[in-house]
């Protein structure tokens, strides 16, 4: 029962900022879960789909079915001033383990894992063969949607067979996914260790570097990687990086107990500060009472003038906060943390304990 009563706080913070008096589109997910939406469509291996002013995505293989004109539950409605909640990329590491297909029918049955035919590969004494079933495993799981699963299978798969990239790179991934940023970079860099010159060990290990706040690392780790193939997508996450190093450049740090707060020095007053992480260190505590669960790493909070705010985030004019993997705040005119403000912390903030689930 705990994974659902979890699911649905979060939701019902997620969903704090919108009425939801009227019919909805309901999506069941296969795991048993429910969302509630105001708009659903398809696109490409995703489902997409509108609560407010924000959007959200999941994959289209997490989904067993979408219902018209449900009706939701009744969750508090609180403005957020629209803030646009985008997490970390949603990063899919490459699959270059060579599986043969006849063993992904045999450990993936009607959509599930056999856990009688992960037994039997461990029985066998075949090393690589049950390295290989318990990553065919782990990604399907990673696929789906469902990290803590994928987590468990991986780390045995890493039992059996601790070299290989692929194995590393999925491993790292979904150490990210789970809130483990600063654990994945011994794993990603393990994988650049095996396959130094393997783009896709890069790109892993530069959105891990990324994870774990190491922008400059992860400029570096990019760049290395785009000289061996260029990519479209390593290009737009070295860009927003870039942007990152360049203003916070001369940025102050302070950190609490679960926040490292940058800000530049006259921006704002060491009592208004003060004030916004004593807000976020009370909304945390909220959410893990609530969620049962907690980020394990420090979460990255950046003070920014309006014009750089929207020059790194790249956000809708709207915008009230973004959550990243950091939590991005305009601030300027702000002088004391307002109701308002309060409200779109606690929904940007809900955003990096979605992964823990």
Do not use: C
């Not at 029918?105 to 992960?118: A, C, F, P, S, Y």
């Not at 150490?175 to 650049?192: C, D, I, P, S």
């Amino acid at each position: 029962m705990r994974a659902p009563v979890i699911f649905f706080f979060l939701f019902a913070f997620v969903l704090a900022a919108f009425p939801t008096q009227a019919p909805a589109e309901v999506i069941h997910l296969k795991n048993g879960r429910t969302i509630w939406a105001d708009h659903v469509r398809e696109n490409g291996s995703r489902i997409e789909y509108d609560l407010g002013d924000d959007t959200y995505a999941i994959p289209k293989s997490s989904v067993d079915h979408i219902e018209a004109g449900g009706m939701p539950p009744e969750y508090s409605a609180s403005g957020s001033g629209g803030a646009s909640a985008r997490d970390l990329p949603n990063f899919v590491p490459a699959d270059n383990l060579k599986n043969n297909p006849a063993m992904v029918d045999n450990v993936i049955r009607n959509g599930k894992v056999d856990q009688d035919e992960l037994s039997a590969l461990e029985h066998a004494e075949n090393a690589e063969a049950t390295a290989a079933g318990y990553f065919i495993a782990g990604k399907h799981e990673f696929d789906h949607g469902n990290f803590p699963k994928a987590r468990r299978y991986l780390d045995t798969a890493l039992r059996f067979n601790g070299q290989d990239p692929t194995i590393l790179n999925y491993y790292a991934a979904t150490l990210v996914k789970t809130g483990n940023a600063n654990e994945a970079l011994t794993y990603a860099e393990r994988a650049v260790r095996a396959a130094p010159d393997s783009p896709d060990a890069l790109t892993v290990l530069g959105y891990v570097q990324l994870a774990a706040d190491r922008n400059q690392e992860a400029i570096r780790t990019w760049k290395r990687s785009l000289e061996l193939r260029p990519d479209a997508l390593v290009q737009k996450y070295l860009e927003k990086a870039e942007r990152d190093v360049k203003a916070e450049a001369n940025y102050s740090e302070h950190e609490s107990s679960h926040f490292t707060l940058r800000y530049e020095g006259k921006q704002t007053s060491e009592g208004f500060r003060g004030q916004l992480l004593a807000t976020l260190d009370s909304e945390y505590d909220d959410l893990v009472r609530q969620l049962g669960i907690a980020p394990r790493d420090s979460i990255a909070v950046v003070l920014y003038t309006e014009q750089t705010f929207f020059d790194v985030t790249q956000a809708p004019s709207w915008s009230g906060a973004v959550f990243d993997g950091k939590l991005r705040i305009p601030v300027q005119g702000l002088t004391s943390v307002t109701p308002e403000l309060a409200r779109v912390l606690k929904h940007e903030l809900a955003h990096s304990f979605i992964n823990q689930l």
